[in-house]
């Protein structure tokens, strides 16, 4: 029986150096991987990256060549078809290579893409990320793996670099899949405590009260602790995620929810309220839907 070229871990290339990838770049940098990065105007400042020893190449198809492991920390599925098929990524990828998708994409495209991929020789992996970029500063990100189980012990050490909490989810695009459940409940949450916050402000119930009988009651959880700072001082530090990402993952669960042929009437309602939040305030940041919720109340 032929055997799989052996899964090679050394040359660590990414593309998407944003609020994520930064510091995901400095912590591989840190554990001792030679990494280059795709110099794009989206990135974050790299000095400090290349301070570490990393390199900036401007040339999609260059990175990929030069790379045993490509990850993508790109936005979301369009983003990752426009680097595979529009720039050429695909076409350097082959026997003894991987890619990574760290992305929050829709799963039948992460299935498309995977097959694309391993017609090629190469290994397909996604693990999609929770927490914000404070925690991937700190190497302490939360990843959703999809991927066959030999490939995912391959590069566990690599993901080890930047992640505290590696969760393996099953098979490829199952990370994608359960990222999306994720995000559902999180921001299915983050939308009901808003409204629920509107209701009691316009009732001219004090926020210290509010935080009060949810936190010691059927409140309390992650996201009402990301969303408290919010509610008492207007500090929306806590949960920086925007609302077009909001509405972004909303829309894909909703397509995931289709193809499922799941019930989806509630995710609807909560996808449909972000979309109109971003219509009021693109540039809005999650704890904001408050404020929103409490101005239509009032029209």
């Known amino acids: 029986m032929t055997q799989s070229p052996p899964?090679?871990?050394?040359?660590?290339a990414i593309i998407g150096v944003g609020y994520m990838g930064h510091g995901i770049a400095r912590n591989i940098l840190k554990a001792g991987f030679a990494l280059k990065f795709l110099d794009h105007p989206g990135n974050q400042p790299t000095d400090d990256v290349i301070a570490l020893g990393g390199q900036a190449e401007?040339?999609?198809?260059?990175?990929?060549?030069w790379a045993d492991v490509v990850l993508l920390c790109v936005t979301g599925t369009p983003e990752v078809e426009d680097v595979l098929y529009q720039q050429g990524l695909l076409e350097t990828l082959g026997a003894g290579k991987?890619?990574?998708?760290?992305?929050?994409?829709?799963?039948?495209s992460t299935q498309r893409i995977a097959q694309d991929v391993q017609t090629r020789?190469?290994?397909?992996?996604?693990a999609p990320m929770t927490r914000t970029p404070k925690e991937a500063e700190e190497g302490r990100l939360n990843l959703i793996v999809g991927a066959d189980p030999v490939v995912f012990e391959?590069?566990?050490p690599l993901l080890q670099s930047f992640a505290e909490n590696i969760a393996h989810a099953g098979d490829v695009s199952a990370g994608h899949q359960m990222k999306l459940i994720h995000n559902f409940v999180s921001l299915g949450f983050a939308a009901v405590l808003s409204e629920a916050t509107a209701a009691?402000?316009?009732?001219?119930?004090?926020?210290?009260?509010?935080?009060?009988i949810l936190g010691k009651g059927g409140?309390?959880?992650?996201?009402?602790?990301?969303?408290?700072?919010?509610?008492?001082?207007?500090?929306?530090s806590g949960f920086t995620f925007s609302m077009a990402n909001a509405a972004k993952d909303m829309g894909y669960y909703e397509a995931m929810a289709a193809d499922l042929h799941v019930h989806g009437a509630i995710a609807a309602s909560v996808s449909d309220t972000y979309r109109q939040a971003v219509e009021q305030k693109p540039d809005a940041k999650v704890p904001e839907l408050i404020d929103i919720l409490r101005r239509q109340a009032r029209k």
Not at 219 to 235: A, E
């Open 98 to 108: 991987t890619l990574i998708d760290c992305s929050t994409a829709i799963p039948t």
């Open 200 to 212: 009691a402000q316009i009732a001219g119930i004090k926020p210290q009260v509010l935080l009060d």
């Open 7 to 12: 899964i090679a871990t050394t040359n660590i």
């Open 58 to 65: 401007t040339d999609v198809q260059a990175l990929g060549q």
């Open 121 to 126: 020789g190469a290994r397909f992996i996604d």
């Open 219 to 236: 409140g309390d959880g992650v996201v009402f602790n990301r969303l408290k700072p919010y509610i008492s001082d207007s500090d929306a």
């Open 154 to 156: 391959a590069v566990l």
